[in-house]
């Protein structure tokens, strides 16, 4: 390369870095007064909330903590898991953020398989984490999110005497690793997604310009913050806007509505699950909603029709179908609102970062209508998976990141997610994707919620099997159910077994865990139980 135009370093570098810090300090200097978050009591203008980081970050350093450092959160939503991830981004420190339903082996295996060196915690949950790390060489500093004793994130927050270290991060680059996203481990042990700044920064990119945000909004935030979904598709880019924020600790839909009327909420995502309950809540037709303008749902597969009632009893708002993963940032495809009219269980098409294809197991493309694995490339991605060099040259086979998702794309490039490749069940030497038969059982007026599962079964191999959730004070039988969807499926589709829960499990972002159903009555009919 000619001298004259090689790059410029230690001199202009900076000047051009754009790291996530970069991003929200832009934000803070454009809408200083304006109220970024609230959280309870606690309101953060944009300036204050920026204080606040400062403040955190250099406490965080003066621990002793060094550029590339892991630190671990585990607790629930609060202002303070905010503020310890931006801190975390602006000292050159790896956030690693934990489910908190996880508890002993599961939070052991994240906290040392990351090699944290520092962990905060909600004292609630401080029992529990401490007795989970306690053999875990190398974890330096333990602290708490809010009210605790020694190194407490909301009381440096607020402390105005903390002098702020000159200069943090300031040999912090774009390509950094900024945060370990740990997937949900249903069908292995959990792997950290390497994400630099740069990857959910152009993942911010794509959602504000796909998604439409705005400064004016007041958007709810009410899932779980260690998840990629709240974080880094509503939150972070909202932030970066100049929007509002209201964040709760978890989505129940008495709260949910009435901070919807109070607070006058113009945004507010939910996986099916979620929006189910609030559909069902006796609060829904009593609370003024009018000001809702636009709604999102994804994480999961949307029910049609679920997701036909809700435009029909939110008549005012605009919908959009979110799909994705955490290694991708996590947003991937959208279905606009004006799209839905013509393909309700559609994803939608590649967002502006992503370019993605449907291929078969030779990376071939696959013609329209034909199911395949989806693959993508984007600068959203991540750079691997931490300590798994195995399983990362095993995802970006073929030059491509592997989803594990089935899908299906139109002529038009409009791509309909079909399964997760694990949940595909083959019966009887047939495929049949549970998404389907789960649609069909949905039209019935008594279910509430359904997952659909293969179990061994000796004739054919897998049985289709639904397990239902009826809707309050409903009654059907499993014939009836089966009678119900026999116009609606091909024979080999049909469930070969029905069984009814009182509830169906999820984790805490939602999401049904159907690798737990499977195991269960796996388990119950090794062991003779019908």
């Known amino acids: 390369m000619c001298a004259a135009l090689s790059p410029v370093r230690d001199i202009g570098d900076r000047a051009r870095r754009n790291t996530i810090s970069d991003a929200f300090q832009r934000a803070a200097g454009r809408y200083p007064e304006r109220t970024a978050l609230i959280f309870g009591d606690r309101q953060w203008s944009f300036a ?60 052991h295996y994240i906290v040392h398989q ?21 053999d875990i060489v190398g974890l330096s500093v333990i602290g708490s999110l809010s009210g605790g004793d020694d190194f407490d994130i909301v009381t440096t927050a607020l402390d105005e005497n903390v002098a702020i270290a ?33 990857s959910l920064l152009s993942e911010y990119e794509s959602c504000i310009i796909e998604l439409g945000f705005r400064a004016a909004d007041r958007a709810l935030a009410a899932l779980p913050l260690y ?27 008495e709260i949910c509505l009435q901070l919807i009327e109070e607070q006058r909420i113009t945004s507010f995502f939910a996986p099916p699950t979620v929006w189910i309950s609030l559909l069902r809540a006796p609060d829904f037709d009593k609370r003024d909603l009018s000001s809702l303008k636009q709604v999102f749902y994804g994480a999961s597969i949307m029910p049609v029709p679920v997701l036909h009632e809700l435009r029909e009893r939110l008549p005012g708002t605009q919908t959009f179908n979110c799909y994705g993963q955490s290694e991708i940032g996590p947003l991937a495809t959208v279905l606009r609102p004006e ?16 370019q993605t294809r449907i ?29 798994k060099p195995e399983e990362t040259k095993e995802a970006f086979e073929g030059g491509w990141f592997h989803s594990g998702d089935v899908g299906i794309r139109d002529e038009e490039g409009y791509i309909t997610v079909v399964d997760r490749v694990k949940d595909i069940i083959k019966t ?28 061994p079964d000796p004739k054919w191999i897998e049985a289709v099997t639904a397990l239902v959730v009826l809707r309050q004070g409903a009654r059907t039988t499993e014939e009836d159910l089966i009678a119900h969807v026999r116009p609606l499926l091909a024979p080999f589709k049909l469930p070969k077994r029905v069984i009814f829960l009182p509830e169906l499990p999820r984790n805490t972002a939602g999401k049904i865990l159907k690798r737990d159903l499977r195991k269960t009555f796996q388990d119950m009919l090794e062991g003779g139980t019908p």
């Open 48 to 107: 204050g909330l920026d204080r606040a980081i400062d403040r955190v970050a250099t406490r965080l350093l003066a621990a002793g903590l060094e550029t590339g450092d892991r630190v671990a959160a585990y607790g629930r939503n609060s202002d303070a898991f905010l503020i310890l991830w931006l801190a975390c981004a602006r000292a050159g420190l790896v956030h690693v953020p934990i489910n908190y339903a996880l508890v002993g082996r599961e939070l």
């Open 114 to 134: 990351s090699g944290a060196r520092a962990l905060f915690v909600d004292p609630a949950l401080a029992d529990k984490a401490r007795e989970a790390v306690a």
């Open 166 to 198: 000159s200069d943090i991060g300031a040999s912090n680059d774009d390509t950094d690793v900024v945060q370990l996203l740990y997937t949900s481990g249903t069908t292995a042990a959990p792997k950290g997604a390497m994400m630099t700044h740069r």
């Open 227 to 253: 998840h990629s979904a709240q974080m880094h598709v509503f939150t972070m880019p909202q932030l970066l806007v100049g929007a509002t924020t209201v964040l709760i600790e978890a989505p129940k839909p």
């Open 339 to 354: 799209e839905h009219d013509a393909r309700p269980a559609s994803a939608g098409r590649p967002i502006y970062n992503v």
């Open 359 to 387: 291929v078969d197991t030779d990376m071939n493309d696959v013609p329209p209508g034909v199911s395949g694995e989806i693959v993508h490339r984007s600068p959203q991605l991540l750079v691997g998976y931490w300590g």
């Open 428 to 455: 009887g030497g047939t495929i049949v994707a549970s998404r389907e038969v789960e649609e069909a059982l949905f039209t019935h007026p008594a279910v509430l919620e359904v997952a659909v599962v293969g179990l």
